[in-house]
């Protein structure tokens, strides 16, 4: 792989035109403009829709933003579905593409599983997957997917694929299990980043790698600054401006919040457009949202 991934990830919100197909040229350029605000690129994440995409559009996608020139040791596709040869398909593609790594949900679907089972789901991956150059970094976000990613399955898994299994995201909300992992795994060869910006701080005083979070979609020059200075003397204020405006955005459905707002700011409303089951916030709804903003002193940066 050319590089091991640090910092701020975006996962990276996914455009759509009028019938609803993805709009290449519009992530392209989005995912373009991450990247000039030093912001990586955890395509086909959560809040980028992905499992509202199927296998092929996420192949064509990830193929096209490579053709485009963005650079694909700074992408971490999310390649996790319930399906495990879904899953092997689009982690062989990324592997394939150059990627850094791929960010992997488990399978979702299924409750209540066994460690056992879980650990047989990822190790099949990585078995099939055969490459030397897959870097997988595990997906805890249990208030969506409702499969909690355990202490136990990410032990055996480290033991089994050293190097391979090589860090984690955790959405899980709770800060007491963030720095469970940064205590007990996070290491020179697993790395551990927060699932939201407002634990970026505490992520960094930890130990941690960074933040792979929504919201780095709409304002990823000042968390990415926060993530620079985060030693300063100030880096506290920095935090508390950052998670200000995480907070306003959350006013709103955040997907639907951030695509309003990119559209406000791009000019450009098709912007908006969500797949269903999601639905685009009402236009009685987004003024408060852009008040607000405006309020706080909010800027894109585009």
Not at 35 to 42: E, H, P, T
């Amino acid at each position: 792989m050319a590089r091991r991934l640090k910092g701020v990830l975006a996962p990276v919100v996914t455009p759509f035109d009028a019938d609803l197909k993805p709009s290449a040229e519009r992530l392209i350029t989005h995912c373009k403009w991450l990247v000039s605000q030093n912001a990586g690129l955890a395509v086909f994440g959560t809040n980028s829709e992905a499992n509202s995409l199927s296998v092929a559009e996420r192949m064509t996608l990830m193929s096209q933003l490579v053709e485009a020139g963005v650079d694909a040791s700074l992408m971490m596709p999310g390649t996790g579905c319930c399906a495990l040869t879904d899953t092997v398909e689009l982690t062989k593609h990324a592997v394939k593409l150059g990627c850094s790594g791929v960010l992997m949900l488990p399978p979702f679907f299924y409750k209540n599983l066994s460690d056992d089972g879980l650990y047989r789901a990822f190790s099949e991956t990585i078995q099939r997957v055969g490459s030397d150059k897959l870097r997988l970094y595990l997906y805890h976000i249990p208030p969506i997917a409702q499969v909690p990613i355990t202490p136990g399955v990410i032990e055996r898994l480290l033991k089994a694929y050293p190097g391979t299994v090589a860090g984690i995201k955790d959405s899980s909300g709770d800060w007491n299990n963030t720095d469970m992992l940064l205590k007990n795994f996070q290491s020179e060869s697993f790395d551990v980043f927060c699932g939201s910006e407002v634990f970026l701080l505490q992520t960094l005083r930890g130990g941690g790698a960074g933040a792979i979070t929504a919201t780095c979609n709409v304002n990823p020059a000042m968390i990415h600054d926060l993530y620079a200075h985060w030693q300063d003397a100030d880096a506290d204020d920095r935090q508390a401006k950052v998670t200000t405006v995480r907070r306003t955005f959350e006013m709103l459905p955040l997907i639907s919040a951030m695509k309003a707002v990119i559209a406000w700011k791009r000019n450009d409303p098709q912007w908006s457009e969500v797949r269903p089951p999601l639905m685009s916030v009402p236009k009685e709804k987004l003024e408060p949202l852009r008040e607000k903003l405006d309020e706080i002193g909010y800027q894109m940066n585009l």
